[in-house]
């Protein structure tokens, strides 16, 4: 969250400083066009009409009248000062008496608008000697256009423009629109700060419930391989290890045909049930290909470890059930799960499983008869870390099913799995 607003900050500051220096620039591009447009007017209108030889050539009523026609009606508080120049060079008139009659070099944009009639405008350079006497008004902008004498003689006219009107124009484009630029924005970025909050929320949501499945993962592999373990070491392993101590004690005694017979027999059996296990186990650890061999097969496989452990174990379930491999791996790892505690803790005699389809699902039901247990207290041990069939419902959950498990202690075990069926 402070990424995104710190983000989003500096997205609006950007923005901000942009707007500003565009509309500044518009600003001023503007106020340019506005500085012509009123030299234009001016010294055109006001100012050309006075232009008389008398005028231009030395003091008198002709020159008065200019003077002042230019003070009450040129000048003004962004006009500043007026100078008529000859082609050659020299002020013919300015409403600084002390200039007239100077003389310096026009550059090539005053003589480009002379000879194309252009209306030209830029900053003026008040180093140059001819706006010495500027250098007291600020920074200036000049205006420069042709006009023609009564005696047909051009001259140029420059009017000069205090640069801050200029300025003064950029800023008042800037504020008008500023409000409302810099305001979205800022409206924008309120409106999504909900939303990234909720976002992020969601997102740290989705990884905590990663964290939490890879820790599920990580406990029901360690459980799993503590499982294996255990069956092996109270199984395969002690069963071999018999088979050993006896064929040893057949090489070192008497031998008694009949008993020897006997005792290889025993030791042949002992060895065909321990191959068994080691096949329900291979099944265990590398689970058959569903998809391949279907649900049925797969689970009379399941069954095949339970009968051999002596309890009468019974599978309904269509040959032909056809069903997604998600929905498939999902009834038989249940299936598992259920069977293993079955053969673990149950105690039980016999058991039941039943797979049937309709309806849009798939339903599958194991019954025992057990010795059951206490629901509450097996929940406290998934609490605690014992993952187990309880574990199982968020799977069962997470693909629209639901898991039931009933359990009475001394009435045995059902469990019934739902999983909808695309």
Known sequence: MVQFIGAGTLAVLVVGWSLSVASRRVGEREAIVEARSEALVKGQGIVEPLLTDDALTGPGPDRDALHDTVHELVLDESLVRVKVWSRDGEILFSDDEAQIGGRFELGEDELEALDEGLVDAEVSDLDKPENVREQDQGRLLEVYLPLTTPSGEEVLFEAYFRYDAVIESGDRIWRSIAPIAIGALVVLELVQIPLAWSLARRLRARQDEREQLLQR????????????AQDLHDGVVQDLAGV?????????GDRDPAEEAERIDAAAATVRASVEALRTLLVELYPPNLEQEGL?????????????RGIDATLDAPEDVDLPLPATRLVYRVAQEALRNV??????????VVVATGDGDVRLSIRDDGVGFD???ARASAADGHLGLL???DLAERAGGTLRISSTPGQGTTVDLEVPVP
């Open 217 to 228: 993962a990580i406990d029901a592999s360690e459980h799993e391989r503590r499982r294996i």
């Open 244 to 252: 050993s101590y006896s064929l040893a004690a057949m090489g070192r």
């Open 296 to 308: 049925a097969p797969a689970l009379d496989d399941l069954l095949a470890r339970v009968r051999s």
């Open 343 to 352: 053969v673990t803790h149950a105690g039980a005699t016999a058991v039941e």
């Open 375 to 377: 629901i509450d207290e």
């Open 391 to 393: 574990g199982l419902g």
